[in-house]
């Protein structure tokens, strides 16, 4: 058994409802109990779908666990395929079904429907909902063009001279964090670069879009969590090359353009950036200064975390202090970035360590899921939501990607946004006592200092948490004293645990016992950047 | 106009069965957790059970939960692990971090039952192993037992056995269900000027303070979905009393009646002290009427608060009943409402969801009152919704909030009117 407060993922059941409801002719049929209906308020609610997942559920009950709930399966199946017509039937079971062992799959495929019924096997005990949706998406897309698969050795045709090269791009889904507008970016991106888009999927897509897979060129793997294995499928079944560098952050941005280069053979040295990519002078404008080596800590999906930590440091002058994900198939690609950035990765589905390790960093800023927001707001620190579990705040009404140009400039805004401006910082520091502009104020263009206070007192209630531990070590000899103590709260109170932490470090290690002013500065001398 | 005729046979009722569009009782730790402060709720299920607590609570509560979910891995159901030595774990891990905790409840899932974990003797063992600290209880949350608020139920029917005993000279007077703190002292201050003196609520804010029950109790219900804890505290000596639940004014008025008639309190009293309370609530409500009346109404099976929610709604809001589909229909502590109800109203109990859309569809109400996952799709079809777990999060009881209860409903309404867009 493991302890759950806040979950990071759903069950794998909730990864394949992800995939139906993106495509369009397709629907998934849950041999479920009541209550797991719950799922479509995610759907409806949380990304404000107007529309109810094509999703029908058995809804079992303790009185039919006696009776017969095969044949509700099949009554299920039955109706939902002569209510809706579908193109394609997925059915699934989730948790409690998986253990009553109904096979609702084996059902459906015995019951001779004239249109395809893929069955899926998603281990509830096992896997989480990113895998579930991996698994559905590369289940159907197997489903569909295994038969059409040219045997192997087969030559692939080459394009014709002249026409131009085209790409699917795989992986945005429903409940995605901004994938909707991560489409719109990256077909403006290719189109600018000479290259058509075949099929998206499976964000709009049908079953018959998803035979057309094949005609592409090349697949954009824009969010390896749900098709990493697709891709790898298509590459090795139809010899399509995948592209793997997502596109998020203007580094990024220059290496995607030349990966399709290489792969599409075509001539892309000449791509400027448009004149509407901003980040990078809005970086280089001196009023940014003030974000050089903010502290930031960064938790997310891996693809999501990965780009952000490089952004952060590449194309914001940010310093890494905590890098992590709760994708564990993906900890391969963060623990190589962690390194990058000389930070220990933090691999974890388990908030409450999330939360101790935040704690622990003394970030300026977090970069995070909607947890992490939760984190955040009780640590009194910034914060800004980089990958889904996104709540309802995270679907905005406008246009706003994170991939290509203008999702790098939403992004520069976004992570800029909560942090203090710089001018407002200097003051801060230097007119420490007063009144009205003090450190348990929140940034004045985000108002409601109200708001911000009780924030600021948890982060200092967790300096106070930390110094006893810090001086028990020593207890019995080291002391603060009365000006050394006060001193220390000049210090900004994102730092100050830090500060208190080193200084009796410092202390310690020369046997100092009472910590005076001196000691203070000679410790900032010391450990200073 | 014809004059309506209330009194509903319930051998009208249509019974229906098909995919339901409910919660499961899991959904009741969301606000059992805010009530009882000192209590702990763990469930015992998967990571669909830890997902849905966490959708249905919105991720809303900034402070650490009082809740959380042992998740049962592929090792647990191999047998590779010993359930109970698991549990043992993890109950001593969240002890260790919330030493304020006074009780922990075990909540039964459908996996933790299909399984049969034996949650009873857990709570047995593990309330010896913390004695004198942490009283363990258990109960069921299951979807393949109880739907959305039979939660509190299965969870209240924990306690009885609990409650003391109330000494046999004495009376009190029980209400049962989980109200917001503002209407319990509400009613309390009204009984006591009824003089009644002696009222207890179950659940009570904290599980130290577990009210007396015995043969001198009365018991009222101030939520409908409590059926099996009211059988209990019946079978350890309470007297059930017969009223409409309080909602509006005259729920309030029948539920307090039924009280003081119980406690030989003479009518004129009655009408003394609630006087001024009623007026009050009629003048606000007025306002609420005037734009209500005359609306069409639709409920969808969802919280079991629909029968009486429909009485208020169209005898004191003026509002037409197209339908009221409820869950389970509890006929015995439904009678009084039932009663009250128009006699031509189409009662529906159990849910064929497809079905009842189409109908939804076809009659076409002016406010349609349904869960979470509907809402919005029925608003993208031009319907004007209202979501029914507002209802259970809100203080909607007794007299002072009896236009707050009828605003729930217009606001939508309102809200329809205003929008230009």
Redesign the interface.
């Known amino acids: 058994m493991q302890l759950t407060l806040w979950s990071y993922e759903g069950p794998p059941h909730i990864g394949a409802m992800r995939i139906v409801t993106s495509m369009t002719g397709v629907h998934l049929v849950l041999h479920a109990p009541q209550g797991d209906t719950y799922a479509d308020l995610l759907f409806t609610m949380i990304e404000r779908r107007s529309q109810r997942p094509p999703v029908s559920y058995t809804s079992f009950q303790a009185r039919e666990l006696g009776g017969d709930t095969a044949e509700l399966v099949k009554r299920t199946i039955q109706e939902t395929f002569d209510r809706c017509r579908p193109q394609l039937i997925l059915v699934g079971e989730s948790c409690t079904a998986e253990l009553i062992q109904d096979q609702p799959g084996a059902l459906a495929q015995g019951m001779e429907l004239p249109i395809p019924v893929l069955a899926l096997e998603l281990p509830a005990y096992t896997r989480k909902e990113n895998w579930g949706a991996s698994e559905t998406f590369y289940q159907l897309v197997r489903g569909l063009l295994k038969s059409r698969v040219p045997a192997p050795g087969t030559e692939r045709e080459l394009r014709h001279a002249g026409a131009r090269p085209l790409a699917n791009l795989l992986g945005p889904t429903a409940l995605g964090f901004r994938c909707r507008d991560d489409v719109v970016e990256i077909t403006r991106l290719l189109e600018s670069i000479g290259v058509g888009v075949n099929v998206v999927a499976p964000l709009g897509a049908s079953p018959q879009d998803v035979l057309r897979l094949p005609e592409a060129d090349f697949n954009v793997c824009l969010y390896p969590e749900i098709v990493d294995q697709t891709c790898d499928w298509l590459r090795r079944s139809f010899g399509q090359p995948t592209i793997k560098t997502v596109p998020i952050g203007i580094g990024a941005i220059h290496d995607f353009i030349a990966e399709i280069g290489r792969v599409a053979g075509i001539d892309v040295g000449t791509t400027a950036a448009p004149s509407s990519a901003r980040l990078a002078w809005h970086s280089r404008s001196v009023d940014s200064t003030y974000l050089t080596g903010k502290r930031v800590f960064i938790f997310g999906d891996a693809t999501h975390a990965v780009a952000a930590a490089r952004m952060a440091s590449e194309e914001l002058g940010f310093t890494v202090v905590g890098l992590g994900t709760y994708a564990r198939e993906f900890a391969r690609e963060v623990r190589e970035a962690a390194k990058r950035y000389g930070v220990e990765p933090l691999i974890t589905d388990d908030y409450l360590e999330v939360e101790a390790q935040v704690a622990q960093a003394h970030p300026e800023l977090v970069l995070g899921t909607q947890m992490e927001r939760h984190i955040a707001k009780r640590l009194g620190v910034p914060c800004a939501v980089i990958s889904a579990p996104a709540h309802v705040q995270d679907f905005p009404a406008r246009y706003a990607p994170q991939m290509g140009f203008e999702g790098a400039n939403v992004i520069f805004d976004t992570w800029v946004h909560p942090l203090m401006m710089g001018l407002e910082e200097h003051l801060i520091t230097m007119f420490r006592e007063d009144f009205e502009f003090h450190e348990g104020a929140a940034p004045s263009h985000l108002g409601g200092s109200k708001m911000a206070q009780p924030g600021a007192e948890s982060a200092l209630a967790i300096d106070d948490s930390i110094a006893p531990t810090a001086v028990e070590t020593d207890a019995a000899v080291m002391t603060w004293a009365v000006d050394a103590e006060q001193e220390l709260k000049k210090i900004p109170f994102f730092v100050r645990g830090k500060a208190r932490r080193n200084t009796e470090r410092f202390a310690q290690e020369r046997g100092i016992l009472t910590i005076t002013v001196e000691t203070l500065y000679d410790a900032k001398a010391h450990f200073g950047r | 106009m014809t004059t309506p005729v209330f009194g509903c046979d319930v051998a009208n009722v249509v019974y229906e069965r098909?995919?339901?569009?409910?919660?499961?009782?899991?959904?009741g730790i969301v606000w059992l957790h805010r009530k009882i402060q000192d209590a702990f709720f763990l469930v015992?299920?998967?990571?669909?059970c830890?997902?849905?607590l966490?959708?249905?609570a919105g991720?809303m509560i900034?402070a650490?939960?009082r809740f959380?979910?042992?998740?049962?891995?592929?090792r647990?159901?191999a047998g590779m692990?010993d359930?109970n030595q698991?549990?043992d774990?993890?109950v001593a891990?969240?002890l260790g971090r919330r030493p304020d905790i006074k009780s922990l409840f075990l909540v039964g899932s459908?996996?933790s039952?299909?399984?049969k974990l034996d949650l009873n003797k857990a709570a047995e063992r593990l309330s010896a192993q913390y004695q004198g600290r942490v009283q363990v209880f258990d109960y069921s949350g299951?979807?393949?037992?109880t739907?959305f608020t039979q939660g509190e139920d299965t969870c209240l029917l924990a306690l009885v056995p609990h409650l003391p005993a109330l000494p046999a000279t004495e009376r009190n007077l029980l209400i049962l269900g989980t109200l917001p703190d503002v209407v319990e002292d509400q009613f309390t201050r009204l009984f006591t000027e009824l003089g009644i003196n002696t009222v207890h609520f179950l659940p009570p804010r904290r599980i130290e303070a577990l009210p007396p029950v015995g043969a001198g109790t009365t018991l009222l219900l101030a939520q409908p979905f409590l059926g099996e804890t009211a059988r209990a505290l019946q079978k350890r000596g309470a007297t059930l009393l017969t009223a409409p639940f309080p909602f509006g004014v005259e729920g309030t008025l029948g539920w307090l009646r039924a009280a003081t008639e119980a406690w030989g309190i003479a009518a004129e009293r009655l009408d003394a002290v609630t006087a001024a309370p009623i007026a009050r609530a009629q003048q606000a409500l007025s306002r609420q009427r005037a734009l209500l009346s005359g609306k069409r109404i639709t409920f969808l099976p969802d919280s079991q608060l629909e029968i009486p929610l429909a009485r208020f709604l169209a005898r004191e809001c003026g509002m037409e009943l197209v339908e009221v589909a409820t869950p389970f229909l509890e006929r015995q502590l439904m009678a009084p409402e039932l009663a009250l109800l128009p006699a031509d109203v189409r009662l529906t109990e159990g849910q064929d969801l497809?079905a009842q859309l189409e109908r939804l569809r076809t009659d076409r109400p002016d406010l349609t009152v349904c869960?979470?996952?509907?809402?919005?799709?029925l608003?993208?079809e031009g319907l004007r919704t209202k979501w029914s777990i507002e209802l259970v999060f809100s203080p909607v009881h007794g007299f002072d909030q009896a236009a707050d209860l009828a605003e729930l409903f217009a606001r939508p309404l309102v809200r329809g009117a205003l929008l230009q867009v």
């Open positions: 098909g995919q339901r569009q409910a919660f499961c009782g899991l959904a015992v299920g998967s990571r669909t830890a997902h849905l966490q959708s249905a991720v900034f650490e939960p959380a979910t042992a998740i049962l891995q592929e647990d159901l692990a359930c698991e549990l774990r993890v891990e969240v459908c996996p039952e299909v399984i299951s979807g393949l037992d739907t497809e869960g979470l996952g509907l809402a919005n799709p608003e993208a």
